[in-house]
């Protein structure tokens, strides 16, 4: 592939990629209604959502459901991964392994719907509780994944040398192990964190009254058609989200140089 | 686990049982569902087992389990027709994505090294970002009255507006849209471990840049391509998203009935159903997914 051709490609790959995404941040900004005609630069549809009381509760509840469900599974991740990579074989070891990562394969709509048919044959009102369960139930296999190929790349042999040197395992584990997978662990929870807040499917099946959340929330409006509003709202989202992967980017350069 | 000190026996026995109540219990619950008659209560179905009535009503209760949602899902031609239809609207959408993503990634691996890790960042970090909402923009492009239409118009490229949104063309489109990460990552990586050697060996011995492509660049990327493929088939075959935001009310795809066989009719036994035919059809590839996973374990 010569040099000009390589780049046109990744140009317009890139195009593709973030075209759409694009357009979705300079419509937030149209002060018209309509997509094909610019009526000016507007941040009115901004300032309408800060009185969507409906939008506003909509996104607590996914960033509580979210920080509660990404902090239980990166934890639950973590015990997964460590049974899986340190504790050799096990009777059961394959069903647990398959089971671990099934969820990740699964389609979206069965799992909601197991969980709803669990949730109400276990006698479990359905709302911000069930919606947290189901929520770590899918994300904790994303961590696992994450962190059990952390922990097959670092060296048993460190945890061996500490308890050599008198520590229990519990202390090698958290001051030996812990600190070299720490990259893994936050990017386990960043990405739990991020599945959780985008999540519709899952939401709809598991969630209750009083517990809509702001997928559940743009889902809704999505249905009656393109709104504005509904570009602002995905605008600050998509910003968030860029943010934070700018600052995660930096941050790993910043710790390899 | 006798062999276990008390504290693994925690690490191990926390992620189990969540596991086992969660996700192995409330599958096992769903074939069961799928097997009871559908009756007027909460839940929507005739429960079948329940550990207070003991075995003896359990013998009773199994001669009871029915094949009557199953007969209905065969009769009815709805429930044939969205499988096909998700299996076809898949199968093109991995196609399509493929043929996109192929020349993307092996631009990718062929950028200079220092630039690698940007390009690949760039390239997943639209993952990160709300998959509803990148589903959502193509509205905007795709309508009547939308963007694309309008620059072709303008451009005179075209008279009158390409009728795109709310068909099945919308849905491939929306599906290649959100699965490129899946399929550029494995696809990358294979393309990418490639050794410069080989190629420049078959160069020396006079093989054209064509022959080098055919017989070494793709055959050494195949098991990427395979994986990338898997990793977009399965969770199309189930998607609701996509075809219910870009789809019109006749694009049938399976997680779109069973949707709504769940929250418009409230026929639970018919849903459970569904969902276990729509496993029975993925097992396939999930089978060959865990292998290739297994074999990456070790």
Known sequence: ?257 | MPRFSPGRRIVLTAPYLWILAFFLAPMALILKISLSHPVEARPPYEPLFSLAEGPALWLEKLQALSLETYRALIDDPLYLDSYLSSLWLAAISTLLTLLVAYPFALAMARAPRHLRPLLVGLAIAPFWTSFLIRVYAWIMLLKDEGLINHALMALHLIDAPLEIYATSTAVVIGMVYSYLPFMLLPLYAALERQDPALREAAADLGASPADIFWRITLPLSARGAVAGSLMVFIPAVGEFVIPDVLGGPQTLMIGRTLWSEFFTNRDWPMASAVAILLLALLILPLVVVERLRAEGEG
């Open chain 1, 1 to 257: 592939m010569g040099a000009l051709f390589r780049s046109l490609v990744l140009f317009a790959g890139f195009v593709f990629l973030y075209g759409p995404i694009a357009v979705l941040v300079v419509m937030s900004f149209n002060a018209s209604r309509l997509v094909t005609v610019w009526g000016g630069f507007s941040t009115k549809w901004y300032a309408s959502l800060l009185e969507d009381q409906a939008t506003r509760h909509a996104t607590l509840i996914s960033l509580e459901a979210a920080a509660l469900s990404s902090t239980l599974a990166t934890l639950l991740g973590l015990c997964a991964a460590v049974a899986l990579a340190r504790f050799g074989a096990f009777r059961t070891r394959t069903l647990f392994f398959g089971a671990v990562h099934a969820p990740l394969a699964l389609p979206e709509v069965v799992l909601g719907l197991a969980l709803l048919s669990a949730f109400v044959s276990f006698g479990l009102e359905r709302g911000f509780v069930t919606l947290v369960i189901g929520h770590a139930t899918l994300t904790m296999c994303f961590a696992t994944v994450g962190l059990l190929a952390a922990l097959r790349s670092c060296d048993p042999a460190q945890e061996e040398a500490a308890m050599d040197l008198g520590a229990t395992p519990l202390q090698a584990f958290v001051l030996v192990t812990l600190p070299s997978i720490a990259p893994a662990l936050a990017s386990a929870f960043l990405l739990s964190f991020a599945l959780s807040l985008d999540d519709l499917v899952i939401a709809s099946f598991t969630t209750g009254p009083g517990a809509t959340t702001l997928p559940m929330r743009i889902y809704s409006q999505v249905r009656l058609g393109v709104s504005p509003q509904i570009n602002a709202i995905s605008s600050l989202l998509l910003a968030v989200v860029g943010v934070a992967l700018a600052l995660s980017a930096l941050a790993m350069r910043r710790k390899r140089a």
